[in-house]
């Protein structure tokens, strides 16, 4: 079966650990977003995630930084962070270690992926595993992006990641979801921790949902920071989703910015036909 | 300036129980080991994140260390933006 279901959105550790800050028309609109999308996977009947995620200085240290890293754990714990601060319940999601094998074996014509037995979950992957598979019972494949330490991938090698991922699950003969779980513009840590360009953001999804290669490939790194902060490098997980589902049309569930979990909650569906 | 020390050992002590554990119990030696300046020594030892974010700590490395030495979120935050006021943003790598 091909892929049969992609979607990106959020992983602010706001999102679950702040929760009652946003106010409640922010919330009604943003869970809102994540349960409908929640309803979508389940009907697509996924067999298997793949949660395409940035680094946080969870797995990788300069010592050794790759710019892609593919888990191919039997399971992965997480998440690493603290349960008072994230509210998310420590846990082992199962893995899917053939599938994890598939894509670096599909991608290697194009892609060299660093591939890790042990990679461990931190909000990036467990906040939208949280919205979309709460019981965590779902097979994942993490994929780890270098959006932290320069120098980054390139926007280009992002948007070729996603052509790898539709044609290693389109040869597979389980159903697979792809969640591209990347941040908007926001200054993580910093004094400017809650400040959001949205019009910069709007910019970045709308790109992604017109699958337009050319003006995701034109955002630079200087411009991006001096723009959207340090974590709007984490547009790189959005450029994958776009690279993966060419061709599909996509529906903006959700656009909607909340200072209190310093992102723009936005939840985008590329609907998948299976 | 051996800033890629200094991360490395916060790296570590977000990371690793076992680290964290001799942060505790034998932090002289620790910091004694590590291949750190004197005053990055200093920094760590005492836990000075104003030093430590001028130096160039990327914030994610450092906010999790701040919690550890017992800094409120808001006091992080109002620690990083005294450092700004009076040397500028530090280069965000
Ligand atoms: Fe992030």
């Known amino acids: 079966m091909p892929l049969v279901f992609a979607a990106a959105l959020n992983h602010a550790p706001g999102i679950t650990g702040r929760r009652d800050n946003a106010t409640p028309a922010q919330r009604d609109v943003f869970f809102g977003a994540c349960a409908r999308l929640r309803e979508r996977l389940e009907a697509a009947r996924a067999e298997a995630l793949v949660v395409v995620s940035p680094e946080h200085w969870t797995n990788f240290f300069l010592s050794a930084m790759p710019a892609f890293c593919v888990g191919r754990g039997e399971s992965h714990w997480g998440p690493v962070e603290d349960e008072p601060f994230l509210k998310i319940p420590r846990t082992r999601v199962p893995g899917a270690p053939a599938l994890a094998d598939a894509i670096a074996e599909v991608a290697a014509e194009h892609l060299d992926l660093a591939y890790s037995e042990e990679l461990r979950l931190d909000h990036g992957v467990m906040v939208p595993l949280h919205l979309l598979v709460p019981a965590m019972g779902l097979p994942v494949v993490p994929i780890i992006i270098n959006c932290l330490a320069q120098p980054l991938p390139h926007m280009a090698r992002c948007w070729t990641l996603g052509e790898a991922l539709r044609r290693a699950c389109d040869a597979r003969a389980e159903r697979i979801g792809l969640v591209c779980a990347g941040g908007l513009s926001h200054w993580p840590a910093t004094p400017r921790s809650g400040k959001l360009n949205v019009p910069w953001d709007r910019d970045v999804v709308d790109a992604v949902l017109a699958h337009d290669r050319a003006r995701l490939l034109a955002y630079r790194d200087d411009d991006i920071v001096r723009e959207a902060g340090p974590g709007g490098h984490e547009i790189r997980a959005w450029a994958v989703l776009a690279g993966a589902t060419e061709g599909l049309g996509g529906e903006l569930l959700c656009f909607e910015p909340i200072p209190a979990y310093a992102v723009t909650g936005a939840v985008l569906d590329m609907r998948v036909a299976a | ?93």
Not at chain 2, 43 to 68: I, K, T
């Open chain 2, 1 to 93: 300036m051996s800033l890629y020390h200094v991360q490395k050992l916060l790296f570590g002590l977000n990371n690793d129980a076992a680290l964290r554990d001799r942060w505790a119990t034998d932090r002289a030696a620790l910091l004694a080991d590590a291949a750190l300046e004197a005053s990055e020594r200093a920094a760590l030892e005492s836990g000075d994140v104003a030093a430590l974010y001028a130096m160039g700590v990327h914030p994610l490395l450092l906010a999790p260390f701040a919690g550890r030495c017992g800094l409120a979120w808001p006091d992080y935050l109002a620690t990083l933006a005294a450092v700004e006021q009076t040397s500028g943003i530090p280069d965000p790598r």
